[in-house]
């Protein structure tokens, strides 16, 4: 069974569009993540959740808006896409050990033309 | 800002020879960790190491850190073709929950 999983692996849009990536975790984790990787594979935070409380919002544009609607699952929306968008998304989630060790998805590319 | 660098970019080596790779990050932190990243899947977790520890190995991972330089390194030991992959270093500064990753060391070991 996969741990963290993404879907959908690759969603390919044009701009202006609005799109959603659905996350969900089997691991009993409390806290979820979202990251960007961009085509450099530079990865940054963007959202954090702890058991559905939002604690992390890394001055993500308000178009990318993050739904928990239980703690096993964080999903993410983003109006009006941009080309700027495109890059892989990835959810993670965090055992709560106190080490901050994350558990990540395969990821979802998504490439906005 | 970004908190972790890693030194080299990028990383060509032979099977059985060592690859070491190095991270630079600004400030203080609780732990450090090491993840790989194969081509087109997710980050996996290496190893972590604490701030007051220096080194620790894991099968053929090495992990040092030096806190007085924010430095930290990678060594693999005997690679394999299987190795090839992107290696991250994150750092946990204490923020609740919030690590943060460096920009990779792509390694590629040609059999």
């Known amino acids: 069974d996969t741990a963290v999983s993404q879907t959908p692996k690759y969603l390919v849009t044009q701009m202006g569009n609005d799109k959603s990536i659905k996350c969900e975790q089997n691991?009993?984790?409390?806290?979820m993540y979202w990251y960007k990787q961009d085509s450099k594979k530079f990865l940054k935070i963007m959202f954090s959740?702890?058991?559905?409380?939002?604690?992390i919002n890394e001055t993500v544009p308000n178009r990318f808006s993050p739904k928990s609607p239980d703690k096993a699952h964080l999903n993410l929306h983003i109006n009006s896409l941009e080309l700027g968008d495109s890059a892989v998304y990835f959810c993670?989630?965090?055992?709560?050990?106190?080490?901050?060790?994350?558990?990540f998805g395969a990821g979802s590319r998504l490439t906005v033309l | 800002s970004q908190q972790g660098e890693e030194d080299p970019q990028a990383l060509s080596i032979q099977e059985g020879e060592n690859a070491t790779m190095n991270c630079s990050y600004k400030?203080?932190?609780?732990?450090l960790q090491w993840y790989r990243q194969n081509s087109g899947r997710g980050l996996v977790h290496l190893i972590l190491i604490r701030s007051n520890e220096r080194e620790k190995h894991s099968g053929r991972l090495r992990v040092t850190l030096d806190t007085s330089k924010k430095s930290s390194s990678l060594l693999i030991t005997a690679s394999r073709a299987a190795d090839t992959a992107s290696y991250f270093c994150?750092?946990?500064?204490?923020?609740?929950?919030?690590?943060?990753f460096g920009a990779g060391t792509r390694l590629a070991v040609h059999p």
């Open positions: 400030t203080s932190i609780n732990n």
């Open positions: 959740y702890n058991n559905k409380e939002l604690i």
């Open positions: 994150a750092t946990d500064g204490g923020g609740y929950n919030k690590l943060i």
């Open positions: 993670a989630s965090d055992g709560g050990s106190g080490a901050n060790v994350l558990t």
């Open positions: 691991l009993g984790h409390d806290t």
